[in-house]
């Protein structure tokens, strides 16, 4: 069977080589982004692949999800896609190594993944659908999937407990948890994963690939919760911001696990319905432990710790030094009078993206309008008579740097090599 040869071959030889990010899309359909705001999401189509003639393989894999999927702020070549693709992505990854083993027109990629996207937005029938923009006629052996974290709220905890973006406006944080929490406790997520995993073995007619499945990754804890040494450390984005207490990182650590557990929960629920699995679930928080925030000896928020695997805002990325150059960054600034900072209208458009960096923009922007003497906690990061940089450099807060995604893809071949069930 092709997709055990190749990823046979893919896993001897797996992480001790160098990475060369490629994706296999066709260069006409990236939509860059503007000055302006996103209405809706476009997603790059993968190039149609030639013939292939005598042993070479023909084999292809979707990626379906958030920003934690598309790779967020890990790079890009000439402009940045409305999803905030980045060229360190562990889908890139899991590409560059299928590339390296069986030639580089032999696979397929669909990257779908599109940062800010719920649930809602891989389901059919949306304006942004991903499946609606699966192209079915590729070859496609696998799907990435990475989804939930936009459903349950990160962001809103993210803005009231870390950052206040909205200053004293953002919230409160113990209400912040408490409302993903109850979503987390409640039936409703579950049941719409289920949909989603439902409809992508639909979409890729799984019962004439009995080869096919899908790898589902979670999320990492973001701090170390143990040392005292942080409690009087803030990320706040304004002056004077709240403090990272380790209450407070233990609660956000323990919302993490509590979703990885969920989305386990749910993957064995629907491999119970079939004879051979179709789903497993990738648990790769233990690979940051040390990589975290928050770690012994460190003083955050520190920016230049490259062996931390989670952005700060503003951030550089932690690519290795043969991948670094080739990516363009995020310092790019906006115009003051692009519609993202423009405090009287850009909140309809920012929630409606889900982004998180427009979010943040568009929040600060309102609380600067509110309180014209607020001060930036770090001016030293922002651009001369400007702090409204594009929306990349504040949404990539919290999501894996490039070796974070290296952890990622080195995960998820390990439990691939441990469970062998896509074998023949």
Request: proline letters at 4%.
């Amino acid at each position: 069977m092709r997709l055990a040869a190749v990823l046979t071959y893919v896993l001897s030889f797996g992480s001790s080589r160098a990475y060369k990010q490629r994706r296999l899309a066709a260069p006409d359909t990236q939509h860059v982004i503007s000055n302006g705001a996103s209405t809706h999401h476009r997603h790059p189509l993968p190039m149609p692949l030639a013939n292939l003639e005598g042993d070479d393989f023909q084999i292809g894999f979707v990626a379906f999800g958030d920003s934690y999927s598309a790779g967020i702020g890990t790079g890009f070549n000439g402009k940045e896609d409305d999803c905030r693709h980045g060229l360190g992505a562990h889908g890139e990854l899991i590409l560059a190594d299928l590339a390296a083993s069986q030639g580089p027109n032999s696979t397929a990629f669909q990257f779908l993944s599109c940062t800010g996207a719920t649930t809602q937005e891989i389901l059919s029938g949306g304006p942004d659908s991903q499946l609606d923009a699966f192209n079915g006629s590729l070859p496609v052996d696998f799907a990435l999937l990475s989804v939930g974290g936009n459903d349950l709220g990160f962001f809103a905890v993210m803005n009231a407990c870390v950052f206040r973006f909205y200053n004293f406006y953002s919230g409160t944080c113990e209400s912040a948890l408490a409302d993903t929490q109850a979503q987390i406790e409640s039936d409703e997520f579950e049941q719409r994963l289920q949909v989603v995993i439902t409809e992508i073995l639909d979409a890729v007619r799984w019962e004439k690939k009995p080869w096919f499945f899908v790898t589902i990754t979670g999320y990492a804890r973001f701090f170390n919760d143990v040392t005292d040494a942080c409690d009087d450390m803030s990320f706040g984005i304004w002056w004077n911001g709240p403090k990272l207490k380790k209450d407070l990182r233990s609660k956000m650590n323990a919302m993490v696990l509590t979703v990885n557990a969920k989305i386990r929960k749910t993957v064995d629920s629907i491999n119970s319905r079939f004879v051979k699995d179709k789903l497993v679930f990738i648990d790769y928080d233990e690979g940051f432990d040390g990589h975290r925030f928050c770690e012994e000896g460190v003083a955050e928020p520190d920016y230049g710790r490259a062996d931390t695997w989670f952005f700060l805002v503003g951030a550089q990325d932690n690519a290795r030094n043969s991948t670094q150059s080739s990516h363009m960054s995020d310092l790019e600034t906006l115009p003051p009078t692009s519609v993202l900072v423009d405090p009287s209208s850009c909140l309809e458009f920012a929630q409606r993206s889900g982004d998180w960096g427009e979010l943040a923009l568009c929040y600060m922007a309102m609380a600067k309008a509110r309180d014209p003497s607020l001060q930036l906690a770090r001016g030293d990061l922002v651009a001369e008579n400007s702090m409204w940089y594009v929306p990349t450099y504040y949404g990539k807060t919290f999501h894996p740097r490039s070796l974070g995604h290296e952890t990622i893809r080195n995960k998820i071949y390990e439990v691939w090599r441990e469970l062998e069930w896509w074998l023949p």
